[in-house]
């Protein structure tokens, strides 16, 4: 089992930043992937970064130029930099982590609001 706590949601206003952590414990080894997804109200979960375990990245077209995504493997945690933000970043951002067996595991989720 993996374990997956995410921090340093809030509110900002728009064209500020936020980081948000996502500190990992439990069986790290069996992890393959780790992303980053949001939910807005109203409408579906959404994939907004993922980085593999050789450092590969990926991102929502909505978001490339404006997040980053890294890993700091000593700590075992994901980090998401978000720079430029918009009204419509607003939504509850969730930490996921894909296993080899194909598991996948969600944290609790942290909220981002952006006031225009």
């Known amino acids: 089992q993996v374990q997956l706590v995410e921090s340093g949601g809030g509110l900002v206003q728009a064209g500020g930043s936020l980081r948000l952590s996502c500190a990992a414990s439990?069986?790290?080894?069996?992890?393959?992937?780790m992303g980053w997804y949001r939910q807005a109200p109203g409408k579906q979960r959404e994939l907004v970064a993922g980085?593999?375990?050789?450092?590969?990245?990926n991102y929502a077209d909505s978001v490339k130029g404006r997040f980053t995504i890294s890993r700091d493997n000593a700590k075992n945690t994901v980090y998401l930099q978000m720079n430029s933000l918009k009204p419509e970043d607003t939504a509850v951002y969730y930490c996921?982590?894909?296993?080899?067996?194909?598991?996948?595991?969600w944290g609790q989720g942290t909220q981002v609001t952006v006031s225009s």
């Open positions: 439990g069986s790290i080894f069996s992890i393959n992937y």
């Open positions: 996921n982590a894909l296993g080899y067996d194909s598991s996948w595991y």
């Open positions: 980085i593999t375990n050789g450092g590969s990245t």
